[in-house]
């Protein structure tokens, strides 16, 4: 069985840091580009981040631009998200997803991604 599973979430004073993580299993996802989502109560599921199979290329929202850093380990089979410089608009769920054609370019665009996590809730006390 393919998963993703994110970890790191927690509640966090406004200005702290965070870093999640996405492990994956059931197959390996080193050639395959991505991304981190995120969905704030009473709102629509945001493209946070992405990344492409070999790192090379990272892109992020307006919104964490500066603040936020995506990495990726594919000998763990592992992506990350440094969270800092957190604000109280951060607070959501956040969501790791996958694509599942390789060495496909990293993307915003949620329908891309076949294969997504559970979720980690982050929240930012102010």
């Known amino acids: 069985q393919v998963q993703l599973v994110e970890s790191g979430g927690g509640l966090v004073q406004a200005g702290g840091s965070l870093r999640l993580s996405c492990a994956g299993s059931g197959r390996t996802f080193r050639r395959n580009a991505m991304g981190w989502f995120r969905q704030a109560p009473g709102k629509e599921r945001e493209f946070v981040a992405a990344i492409r199979w070999n790192g090379g290329n990272t892109y992020y929202a307006d919104s964490v631009k500066g603040r936020f850093t995506i990495s990726r380990d594919n000998a763990k089979n592992t992506m990350y998200l440094q969270m800092n410089s957190l604000n109280a608009e951060d607070t959501a769920v956040y969501y790791c997803?996958?694509?599942?054609?390789?060495?496909?370019?990293?993307?915003?665009?949620?329908?891309?991604?076949?294969?997504w996590g559970q979720g980690t809730q982050v929240t930012v006390s102010s």
């Open positions: 997803a996958a694509d599942a054609t390789a060495l496909g370019i990293a993307t915003m665009v949620e329908y891309e991604y076949d294969y």
